[in-house]
């Protein structure tokens, strides 16, 4: 008979037993017997309602789902011919969006003959990149799908404090300068 670690409704533990035994106290109380770590040697059962159990799990559940950070992909699209001045508004917004902590994807959309200009695509993507540098970074180079070219830029990572000690001399080097 498989051996199983029992604990009761108030928390305390009443040891290994046999499964059937296990059931039957539960039964006694008016309680289920509710397997909780099935990977523990041997595996760990609780004496409790099984109807509370999965209200606090789901209770859980909804906790861990509030703390999740949702990333959305914002989107701005171009066209080879794109002016100066709408180039500049939408990579204002662009930028908006990635300090935010948001993605974006930059898409060129090609109408026609303009498909054997690609390259003014891939320039306004190249430019878009340089300028967006310093908020972004990079997920996916641009390609080509269909009549669409595209790149995606995500916020970029920020690591640790900031720049070493590059911008500002040590005070050796300060006192060495002096003297």
């Excluded at 720049?163 to 300060?174: F, G, I, M, N």
Aim: glycine share 8%; proline share 5%.
């Amino acid at each position: 008979m498989p051996q199983v670690r029992v604990i009761d409704d108030e928390g305390e533990q009443l040891g290994v037993m046999s499964t059937r035994d296990a059931v039957h106290l539960a039964r006694e109380r008016g309680l289920d017997l509710v397997e909780v770590a099935a990977t523990a040697d041997p595996p760990v059962c609780r004496i409790i309602d099984y109807g509370k159990f999965q209200y606090e799990a789901k209770k859980k559940a909804g906790e861990a789902k509030k703390k999740q950070v949702v990333i959305n992909v914002k989107e701005i699209k171009f066209r080879p011919g794109t002016d100066d001045h709408d180039y500049d508004y939408r990579m204002k917004h662009a930028r908006e969006w990635l300090q935010d902590g948001d993605k974006v994807k930059a898409t060129i959309w090609f109408r026609g003959r303009e498909m054997t200009h690609r390259e003014l695509g891939a320039r306004i993507l190249q430019k878009l990149e340089v300028d967006l540098s310093d908020v972004g970074e990079v997920e996916a180079r641009p390609r080509m799908e269909g009549n669409q070219m595209f790149i995606i830029l995500a916020p970029k990572r920020h690591k640790g404090g900031g720049k070493p000690e590059q911008q500002s001399p040590t005070p050796q080097a300060q006192n060495q300068s002096q003297s």
